[in-house]
């Protein structure tokens, strides 16, 4: 009897235990709360920790989906973006000269500090100057006694031609006294040129500089001979402003020259010396007349100021010529980021919803790049927090990257409509 009682009541528990089991797990499938369900139940301690884990295994991911990750966003402005041309060039002297001596002589002086910068008309080297200043008072006497004989002659002529009217005096006398006073008026004539050359050469015994420039070496030293039009004697550099040669291509010298018609101005140009970081801005100032056949380039030149002449003749630069503005669409560069080796966006939709958008970029300005793609003026792309964002999950508009005053506090943005 005992045995009969015992197996009917191990027949009933596992009856409960089964009917428990299927009610759980019925709830578990509905996706309804099992962990408070069960708490009632008569479970082993083992089940009820076993779908109260399920359970919040399975709520995590719902809760993700609806959280939302604060961001900072920046909208896609159209701006008018400058469109330049980019060239290799050499920076030219303005003028270079070699300073030669322009009468012989001997060095008596150098004057200046090889190297500085000289002002036109500063004198850079003195030759022995006695030997001209002796040579142009002999010409100043002889010049003198010159004019006196002139004006003997000219008495003399005067008074034989009063005697020859009154027959006292003879013609041929006359004469010969005329022919005397012309050559005399020649002689000082010549002379009086001779006396403008010696005046010349003691001028020219201080050499001066021709123009304001930056001297070079002295090829002479105090004591040298030098021989007029042939001793060079140091070389001479302006380059303020100083010129930079660049060859376009012949569509190139066409975009050039349409867009110089268009603006009605010379053409701007920036200038970036190899191996730094600064930049000079000046214009385009002449174009070549033909495209050479070998090469299909034509010779630019442009020019900009170096007042402090730390552009150097000789040096290598990038150059960019400026040919006017167009409309672009642009993004802030911190917007940017990578997906497979690609640029994109995560652009927020009407639902503040993320998407990525693949896009090509383009020339940077200040702290903005072009982009194309699927963009419109006007979305909404994250600027802040990028790498909490996921595509497809929301977000919440916390700040605006503001272009120029900084971040504005939001409470909330218009989306992208797809």
Same mark, same amino acid.
């Given at each position: 009897?005992?045995?009969f009682?015992g197996?009917?009541?191990?027949?009933?528990?596992?009856i409960?235990i089964?009917?428990?089991?299927?009610?759980a797990?019925s709830?578990?499938?509905?996706?309804?709360?099992?962990?408070g369900?069960?708490?009632?139940?008569?479970?082993?301690?083992?089940v009820?920790?076993?779908?109260?884990s399920?359970?919040?295994?399975?709520q995590?991911?719902?809760?993700?989906?609806r959280?939302?990750?604060p961001?900072r966003i920046?909208?896609?402005?159209?701006e008018?973006?400058?469109?330049a041309? &980019?060239?290799?060039?050499?920076?030219?002297?303005?003028?270079?000269?070699?300073?030669?001596?322009r009468?012989?002589?001997y060095?008596?002086?150098?004057?200046?500090?090889?190297?500085?910068?000289?002002?036109?008309?500063?004198?850079?080297?003195?030759?022995?100057?006695?030997?001209?200043?002796?040579?142009?008072k002999?010409?100043?006497?002889?010049?003198?006694?010159?004019?006196?004989?002139?004006?003997f002659l000219?008495?003399?002529?005067?008074r034989i031609?009063?005697l020859?009217?009154?027959?006292?005096a003879e013609t &041929?006398?006359?004469?010969e006294?005329r022919s005397?006073r012309?050559?005399?008026?020649?002689?000082?004539?010549?002379?009086q040129? $001779?006396l403008?050359?010696?005046?010349? #050469?003691?001028?020219?015994?201080?050499?001066e500089?021709?123009?304001?420039?930056?001297?070079?070496?002295?090829d002479? #030293?105090?004591?040298?001979?030098?021989?007029?039009?042939?001793?060079t004697l140091?070389?001479l550099v /302006?380059?303020h402003?100083?010129?930079?040669?660049?060859?376009?291509n012949?569509d190139?010298l066409a $975009?050039?020259? #349409?867009?110089?018609a268009?603006?009605?101005?010379?053409?701007?140009l920036?200038?970036?010396?190899d191996?730094?970081?600064?930049?000079?801005?000046?214009?385009v100032t002449?174009?070549?007349p033909?495209v050479q056949?070998a090469?299909?380039?034509?010779?630019?030149r442009g020019?900009?100021?170096?007042? /402090?002449?730390t552009?150097?003749?000789?040096?290598?630069?990038r150059?960019r010529?400026?040919?006017?503005?167009?409309?672009s669409l642009?993004?802030?560069t911190?917007?940017?980021?990578?997906q497979?080796?690609k640029?994109a966006?995560?652009?927020?939709?009407a639902?503040?919803?993320?998407?990525?958008v693949?896009v090509?970029?383009?020339?940077?300005?200040?702290?903005?790049v072009v982009?194309?793609g699927?963009?419109?003026e006007?979305d909404?792309?994250?600027?802040?927090n990028l790498?909490?964002?996921? &595509?497809?999950?929301?977000?919440?508009?916390i700040?605006?990257?503001?272009?120029?005053?900084?971040?504005? $506090?939001?409470?909330?943005?218009?989306?992208?409509?797809n």
């Amino acid at each position: 009897m005992t045995h009969f009682f015992g197996r009917a009541l191990a027949g009933l528990v596992a009856i409960v235990i089964l009917a428990g089991g299927i009610l759980a797990l019925s709830l578990y499938l509905s996706g309804q709360p099992l962990f408070g369900m069960l708490a009632g139940t008569g479970l082993p301690d083992q089940v009820r920790q076993l779908f109260r884990s399920k359970e919040s295994a399975n709520q995590q991911p719902a809760q993700a989906e609806r959280q939302a990750v604060p961001v900072r966003i920046a909208h896609i402005r159209r701006e008018a973006v400058p469109v330049a041309l &980019s060239f290799s060039g050499r920076l030219l002297a303005r003028r270079e000269v070699e300073v030669r001596a322009r009468v012989t002589g001997y060095v008596s002086e150098v004057t200046f500090k090889e190297g500085e910068i000289v002002e036109k008309g500063e004198v850079l080297y003195r030759i022995d100057p006695r030997t001209f200043e002796a040579r142009l008072k002999e010409l100043q006497g002889a010049l003198q006694g010159a004019k006196a004989n002139l004006a003997f002659l000219q008495r003399e002529t005067e008074r034989i031609a009063n005697l020859e009217e009154k027959e006292y005096a003879e013609t &041929s006398r006359l004469d010969e006294l005329r022919s005397q006073r012309d050559q005399a008026a020649a002689r000082i004539e010549e002379l009086q040129g $001779r006396l403008r050359q010696a005046q010349l #050469d003691l001028e020219f015994a201080s050499v001066e500089a021709p123009f304001a420039g930056k001297i070079g070496f002295s090829d002479v #030293d105090e004591g040298d001979l030098v021989v007029q039009g042939q001793t060079t004697l140091t070389t001479l550099v /302006d380059f303020h402003p100083i010129e930079i040669e660049f060859r376009p291509n012949a569509d190139q010298l066409a $975009r050039m020259k #349409d867009a110089r018609a268009r603006l009605g101005h010379p053409l701007r140009l920036t200038v970036s010396p190899d191996g730094r970081d600064t930049t000079v801005s000046g214009e385009v100032t002449a174009l070549g007349p033909a495209v050479q056949n070998a090469t299909n380039t034509v010779r630019v030149r442009g020019e900009v100021p170096n007042p /402090d002449q730390t552009l150097v003749p000789g040096q290598f630069a990038r150059v960019r010529v400026q040919l006017g503005t167009q409309p672009s669409l642009m993004a802030p560069t911190a917007a940017l980021i990578t997906q497979q080796n690609k640029r994109a966006l995560y652009v927020i939709s009407a639902d503040n919803t993320v998407e990525i958008v693949p896009v090509e970029i383009g020339q940077t300005v200040g702290k903005r790049v072009v982009v194309q793609g699927d963009l419109a003026e006007g979305d909404r792309v994250v600027a802040g927090n990028l790498q909490s964002v996921r &595509s497809g999950r929301p977000v919440r508009v916390i700040a605006e990257q503001g272009e120029e005053n900084g971040d504005r $506090r939001r409470g909330g943005a218009k989306g992208r409509m797809n």
